[in-house]
């Protein structure tokens, strides 16, 4: 008969394993001998903790373990770290609460997992772990009756998901692109004034921006017009406090258009008459006071699965990664005091003039 | 010139590493079959190889390597048509080790070594799997379903009934796809060596897949049902160089087909389904890993 350092195990008199192990040199501690409890205690614990490190352990090492990166979402500093390493397309995407900013970026997500989406291939990730708490209520082992996504919290600050993309068509450059999330509650303090535009730095560093506008809210008459005043007043004021010029590509997506869809008759016809009107409007006052001024309609993904997930995304996405740089450079860049590691971020030179 | 070469597998639990082990050691050391590599010698634990291989000969389930433990099993082989001899090294890593990397965000510095030479990797999935990262846009007309169900449209006891029925998110709900592409991203990163490795997909279970399209096509596979670890792969050929084989170390279903797989000799029910393989050879992967060396 053997022996086993579990001190509660009696593989020695009965010839099997407290803990079931069979054969018996699976069992882990079958064969050795402790020669206390603590030791044991030490055996047990060791590689068996399920618990989380919550701090990010890379590179470090722990009594014969290594550590490894988190995977979670990128906050300001673990972003700016990347870009020492790699050059990325910084996407930022604005807009009030509940209007779809982390239910865009799971769509994305969710197209991935399935295959090839608007021409690119997934190469990796650095936040897969980030994406995979994001897409917990879309999921049918969340036990979530009707699908949902998790608001994201003001707490949280800035995050940054993060996708290293190859292209379908056969070239071999590798993009990287990070997507902000950050939560509409923060916008919304901004345009009220209550905190610092300087504070949501990510507008006057982004390679596009993306406001969302509420389809869901536009497709109701009581929201209608405060939906899109909320866009409207926010392009404002960026172009008015110089975060955004004639560098920057806006662009402006009306997203839930799954519930204009349920509309019928002339209340259809009505509410996309309306957005028309609103596009052109922002047309006329504001196209001539950035890079660029594009609209787009998406559902992200219809509750009732009347739309297919990521409808019109592609588009969305693919106008992402084109190569349109800014119209004009970046006066004076040379001079910016970069008082901040993420500043490098200002400093960024536009992709295409990398060699 | 006697080359010692260490492949590492890698796989997440339940995903056929124990029983492709029983099947691999009967076959180079029963000798039934032509096979790429044979038999020089055995080092490690005898006892562990000799009851695993046991119960797979009379087609019983081989239990899974539970526990963090890791069993160290080196074979001496020959290559057949050069004579060149290797050690082959598995660190038979348990599945649920590869599960705490993902969740605890470490693994043992025996692990690192054991990537720091010079062989390639075995990486374990199964085609008998459910598909772990439904949601419910995969399920048609869902307002129908809860018409049917009665679950209101209210949106205050819509909130209500979610709350209700909502578990935490935690690492183990990450779908087995995405965790295969951490531990393959963890190992592109330092401190583990950049390096360029040859990496054999080895799709288990493989005879549940007999009548289907893919029986013929393990990349076809990979491609339809792992869609998100076939696109890394492809857009990492810098870092691995890849083949994929469907392999049935049982050679059907235990509790179906158990009298009729006890009628074959044990090595000829073996299914090995890859480039470059001799029928039932399930050494073929391991050959390819180890040439061009």
Same mark, same amino acid.
């Given at each position: 008969m053997g022996i086993c350092a579990n001190p509660d195990c009696n593989v020695g008199e009965t010839g099997n394993c407290s803990e079931g192990h069979d054969p018996l040199a699976s069992c882990p501690f079958y064969g050795k001998e402790i020669?206390?409890?603590?030791?044991?205690?030490?055996?047990?614990?060791?590689?068996?903790?399920?618990?989380?490190?919550?701090?990010?352990?890379?590179?470090?090492?722990?009594?014969?373990?290594?550590?490894?990166?988190?995977?979670?979402?990128?906050?300001?500093?673990?972003?700016?770290?990347?870009?020492?390493?790699?050059?990325?397309?910084?996407?930022?995407?604005?807009?009030?609460?509940?209007?779809?900013?982390?239910?865009?970026?799971?769509?994305?997500?969710?197209?991935?997992?399935?295959?090839?989406?608007? &021409?690119?291939?997934?190469?990796?990730?650095?936040? =897969?772990?980030? !994406? /995979? +708490?994001?897409?917990?209520?879309?999921?049918?082992?969340?036990?979530?009756?009707?699908?949902?996504?998790?608001?994201?919290?003001?707490?949280?600050?800035?995050?940054?998901?993060?996708?290293?993309?190859?292209?379908?068509?056969?070239?071999?450059?590798?993009?990287?692109?990070?997507?902000?999330?950050?939560?509409?509650?923060?916008?919304?303090?901004?345009?009220d004034g209550i905190d610092n535009i300087g504070e949501i730095f990510e507008i006057a560093k982004a390679d596009k921006l993306v406001f969302l506008l509420d389809g869901a809210k536009v497709s109701t008459p009581a929201k209608r017009a405060n939906a899109t005043a909320s866009v409207r007043q926010m392009l404002k004021l960026f172009i008015?406090?110089?975060?955004?010029?004639?560098?920057?590509?806006?662009?402006?997506?009306?997203?839930?258009?799954?519930?204009?869809?349920?509309?019928?008759? &002339?209340?259809?016809?009505?509410?996309?008459?309306? =957005?028309?009107? !609103? /596009? +052109?409007?922002?047309?006329?006052?504001?196209?001539?006071?950035?890079?660029?001024?594009?609209?787009?309609?998406?559902?992200?993904?219809?509750?009732?699965?009347?739309?297919?997930?990521?409808?019109?995304?592609?588009?969305?996405?693919?106008?992402?990664?084109?190569?349109?740089?800014?119209?004009?450079?970046?006066?004076?860049?040379?001079?910016?005091?970069?008082?901040?590691?993420?500043?490098?971020?200002?400093?960024?030179?536009?992709?295409?003039n990398i060699p | 010139m006697i080359q010692q070469i260490n492949h590492t597998i890698i796989g997440l639990p339940a995903s056929g590493k124990t029983t492709f082990l029983a099947a691999l050691w009967h076959l180079i050391e029963a000798d039934e079959i032509n096979t790429r590599l044979k038999l020089a010698k055995f080092e490690g634990n005898r006892e562990y190889i000799n009851q695993i291989t046991k119960l797979w000969r009379s087609c019983e389930k081989v239990p899974r390597n539970s526990g963090p433990a890791e069993m160290n099993i080196s074979i001496w082989v020959n290559e057949t048509g050069t004579g060149h001899q290797a050690k082959l090294n598995f660190p038979d890593l348990s599945g649920e080790s590869f599960d705490l990397q993902i969740s605890t965000r470490q693994c043992r510095d025996t692990y690192f070594e054991?990537?720091?030479?010079?062989?390639?990797?075995?990486?374990?999935?199964?085609?008998?799997?459910?598909?772990?990262?439904?949601?419910?846009?995969?399920?048609?007309?869902?307002?129908?379903?809860?018409?049917?169900?009665?679950?209101?449209?209210?949106?205050?006891s819509e909130h209500e009934g979610n709350a209700k029925s909502l578990k935490d998110w935690k690492h183990d709900d990450i779908p087995k796809q995405v965790k295969l592409v951490e531990l393959l991203q963890f190992i592109q990163r330092p401190p583990f060596p950049r390096s360029r490795r040859r990496l054999a997909v080895m799709v288990s279970a493989w005879d549940v897949l007999d009548d289907s399209d893919f029986a013929q096509d393990p990349r076809q596979w990979l491609k339809l049902n792992m869609a998100l670890l076939d696109q890394f792969l492809e857009n990492n050929s810098d870092c691995f160089e890849?083949?994929?084989?469907?392999?049935?170390?049982?050679?059907?279903?235990?509790?179906?087909?158990?009298?009729?797989?006890?009628?074959?000799?044990?090595?000829?029910?073996?299914?090995?389904?890859?480039?470059?393989?001799?029928?039932?050879?399930?050494?073929?992967?391991?050959?390819?890993?180890?040439t061009d060396l």
């Open positions: 020669e206390n409890d603590q030791e044991y205690d030490d055996l047990e614990d060791e590689g068996a903790s399920e618990d989380v490190i919550e701090e990010d352990v890379n590179n470090s090492q722990k009594g014969g373990f290594i550590g490894l990166p988190s995977g979670e979402a990128l906050n300001e500093h673990q972003a700016n770290d990347f870009v020492w390493r790699r050059p990325i397309r910084l996407i930022a995407i604005v807009g009030e609460q509940d209007s779809g900013k982390s239910t865009l970026i799971n769509c994305i997500y969710f197209k991935f997992m399935q295959g090839t989406f608007a &021409d690119y291939s997934f190469a990796g990730s650095d936040t =897969l772990v980030g !994406f /995979e +708490r994001r897409m917990h209520l879309w999921r049918i082992k969340s036990g979530i009756k009707r699908p949902d996504t998790k608001r994201t919290s003001l707490a949280d600050g800035i995050q940054f998901l993060h996708f290293s993309l190859g292209n379908v068509k056969g070239d071999d450059r590798r993009i990287d692109v990070f997507l902000t999330d950050r939560s509409g509650e923060k916008y919304r303090r901004v345009m008015d406090e110089g975060v955004i010029d004639k560098r920057t590509c806006v662009q402006v997506v009306t997203t839930k258009i799954d519930c204009i869809e349920k509309l019928e008759g &002339d209340d259809k016809v009505h509410v996309y008459e309306f =957005l028309s009107n !609103f /596009e +052109r409007q922002l047309q006329d006052r504001f196209e001539q006071q950035v890079a660029e001024l594009r609209f787009f309609k998406v559902s992200a993904r219809d509750p009732d699965n009347h739309f297919e997930p990521a409808y019109h995304v592609d588009d969305l996405f693919a106008s992402w990664l084109d190569s349109r740089s800014a119209v004009f450079p970046v006066p004076g860049i040379e001079d910016l005091p970069l008082r901040r590691q993420f500043d490098l971020l200002l400093a960024r030179t536009p992709m295409e | 054991s990537l720091n030479g010079n062989g390639g990797i075995m990486l374990f999935v199964t085609a008998d799997r459910r598909q772990d990262d439904l949601t419910h846009s995969h399920l048609p007309m869902f307002s129908q379903a809860d018409a049917d169900n009665g679950v209101s449209k209210n949106n205050e890849v083949r994929v084989y469907g392999v049935s170390a049982q050679g059907g279903d235990l509790d179906a087909s158990k009298e009729k797989l006890l009628q074959k000799q044990p090595s000829q029910r073996v299914i090995c389904v890859g480039d470059d393989v001799l029928e039932h050879d399930l050494t073929a992967p391991i050959h390819w890993l180890m």
